[in-house]
C-alpha cells in the first residue's frame, strides 16, 4: 500500500516502470484504432481477413478494442496503486467529487454506445456499416465526443478517489490524446 507523500518527496513516482506503460497504453490505444480504422477504410485487410465479411471484421476490432481498453485501466489501477498519496486529494469531500465525476462519465460512456449500437461505436464507419442518419439525441446534444469526454470524466474520478497526482496527470494525457484521436477523425 502506498504511503502519504511527504512535503520532501515527489507527488509522482516517475521512476516507477508501472507509470511509463500505463502512460504509454493511453497513448497506444486511439493510435491503434485510427491506424487500424484507417488501414481499413482504404485497404479493407480486416474484411479480407475475414472472408469479405465486414461486420465480423468490425466485431473483431470491437473485440480487440474493447480488450486493450480493459488492459489499459487494469494498467492504471495498479499504477494509482502503487503511486504515492497526496494531502491535498485527501479532502473529505473530495470523494463525492469522484464519485460524481465517475457518474456522469459513465453516464455519458454507456449512454453513446446505447445510442450508436455495436457498430456505431466501434469504428463501423470504416467498415462501410453506416448509421441511417448522424445521432443527435443525448448525449450528442450535449457533445460531440460523448464517448472521450466521458473516459476522461472517469480517469479523473478515479484520480482523485485514489488521492493520487500521478493520476491527474494520466489524466491529462488521456484528454490530450482523445483530442488529437478527435483532430483525425472529424
Same mark, same amino acid.
Given at each position: 500500500?502506498?504511503?502519504?507523500?511527504?512535503?520532501?518527496?515527489?507527488?509522482?513516482?516517475?521512476?516507477?516502470?508501472? $507509470?511509463?506503460?500505463?502512460?504509454?497504453?493511453?497513448?497506444?490505444? %486511439?493510435? $491503434?484504432?485510427?491506424?487500424?480504422? !484507417?488501414?481499413?477504410?482504404?485497404?479493407?485487410?480486416? @474484411?479480407?481477413? $475475414?472472408n469479405?465479411?465486414?461486420?465480423?471484421?468490425?466485431?473483431?476490432?470491437?473485440?480487440?478494442? $474493447?480488450?486493450i481498453?480493459?488492459? !489499459?485501466? #487494469?494498467?492504471?489501477?495498479?499504477?494509482?496503486?502503487?503511486? %504515492?498519496?497526496?494531502? @491535498?486529494?485527501?479532502? %473529505?469531500? *473530495?470523494? #463525492?467529487?469522484?464519485?460524481?465525476? +465517475?457518474?456522469?462519465?459513465?453516464?455519458?460512456?454507456?449512454?453513446?454506445?446505447?445510442?450508436?449500437? +455495436?457498430?456505431?461505436t #466501434?469504428?463501423?464507419?470504416?467498415?462501410?456499416?453506416?448509421?441511417?442518419?448522424?445521432?443527435?439525441?443525448? %448525449?450528442?446534444?450535449? @457533445?460531440?465526443?460523448p464517448?472521450?469526454?466521458?473516459?476522461?470524466?472517469?480517469?479523473?474520478? @478515479?484520480?482523485?478517489?485514489?488521492?493520487?497526482?500521478?493520476? *491527474?496527470? *494520466?489524466?491529462?494525457?488521456?484528454?490530450?490524446?482523445?483530442?488529437?484521436?478527435?483532430?483525425f477523425?472529424?
Amino acid at each position: 500500500m502506498s504511503k502519504l507523500a511527504s512535503q520532501s518527496e515527489p507527488l509522482i513516482d516517475f521512476t516507477q516502470p508501472a $507509470f511509463i506503460i500505463s502512460a504509454l497504453s493511453i497513448a497506444f490505444n %486511439p493510435i $491503434f484504432w485510427n491506424t487500424v480504422a !484507417r488501414n481499413e477504410y482504404h485497404h479493407k485487410t480486416l @474484411t479480407k481477413l $475475414f472472408n469479405n465479411n465486414s461486420l465480423h471484421a468490425c466485431y473483431f476490432l470491437a473485440l480487440t478494442i $474493447f480488450s486493450i481498453g480493459l488492459f !489499459r485501466d #487494469y494498467l492504471y489501477e495498479r499504477t494509482l496503486s502503487s503511486q %504515492p498519496l497526496s494531502a @491535498t486529494l485527501s479532502h %473529505p469531500l *473530495l470523494p #463525492y467529487l469522484a464519485y460524481a465525476l +465517475l457518474a456522469a462519465g459513465n453516464t455519458l460512456v454507456l449512454s453513446s454506445m446505447y445510442a450508436l449500437g +455495436l457498430t456505431g461505436t #466501434y469504428l463501423g464507419d470504416y467498415f462501410g456499416i453506416l448509421m441511417p442518419a448522424r445521432v443527435t439525441s443525448f %448525449p450528442f446534444n450535449v @457533445t460531440d465526443a460523448p464517448m472521450y469526454y466521458g473516459s476522461t470524466m472517469s480517469f479523473l474520478g @478515479t484520480a482523485i478517489l485514489y488521492q493520487r497526482v500521478a493520476g *491527474l496527470v *494520466l489524466t491529462g494525457e488521456v484528454l490530450a490524446v482523445y483530442l488529437v484521436a478527435l483532430s483525425f477523425e472529424e
